[in-house]
């Protein structure tokens, strides 16, 4: 009783765990709101790439990226699509060209991830097409590595949400297979009456389509 109590409360601590690219930009207009309408309620964010059990009581909630979360006592749902391209910068197109086809991805330099990051899918299908060597830059951060590529060193992945706001990036023309990554807004069953987590989803969820990453 006195637990169900305090999740009727939009107040107290609300734990949520992130992966660090998604948890600054797209985030926190919607942390930012809700935390303006519910002054009494105090976030603690966990910006990490590692997966969190969330049955342990680490945390609350979990914004996930990648393939849809499974598991039998967790609650997902869907904020929205990973929509990831290539990207140069204007001034490194003005330098060195830009690529227009897979087998001239390999006459350039590319940005990326370092190699604990290589499974991720978009990656993976990338590195069939070139060269270790040509890898110049990476991080195991994303927000370095896309500083690298709005800075001009090297072609890279970024999100078009983030994309978009740098207008000095081009994408590079090149198809690729399209993954079904997506941003996951995942909490334990227990949870699902939680009177903060279903007022968390709905802010989030409304700022990010607000912002423009659900592409239509």
């Known amino acids: 009783n006195r637990l169900t109590s305090v999740e009727g409360q939009i107040s107290g601590n609300l734990k949520i765990t992130t992966v660090v690219s998604a948890s600054s930009s797209l985030l926190y207009p919607g942390f930012k709101a809700f935390r303006d309408q519910y002054p009494q309620l105090r976030l603690q964010v966990i910006a990490t790439d590692e997966i969190i059990p969330l049955d342990q009581g680490a945390a609350h909630v979990s914004i996930r990226v990648g393939p849809k979360p499974n598991g039998p006592d967790l609650i997902v749902k ?17 330098s060195f060209g830009m690529p227009k086809i897979l087998a001239e991805l390999n006459q350039h330099v590319w940005a990326l991830p370092s190699s604990e990051k290589h499974h991720i899918p978009f990656i993976k299908s990338l590195l069939q097409h070139i060269d270790p060597q040509q890898i110049v830059y990476q991080s ?7 500083l690298a590529i709005i800075s001009g060193i090297a072609i890279g992945p970024m999100e078009q949400y983030q994309a978009r706001k740098y207008s000095q990036l081009v994408p590079i023309p090149v198809e690729f297979k399209k993954n079904s990554d997506a941003l996951w807004f995942v909490y334990h069953r227990d949870l699902k009456d939680s009177a903060r987590i279903k007022t968390l989803y709905k802010y989030v969820s409304a700022e990010i389509a607000t912002d423009g990453a659900i592409d239509t």
């Open 78 to 94: 869907q904020l929205t699509e990973i929509n990831i391209r290539y990207y140069a910068a204007q001034s490194y197109i003005d």
């Open 140 to 146: 195991n951060n994303f927000s370095d590595v896309h």
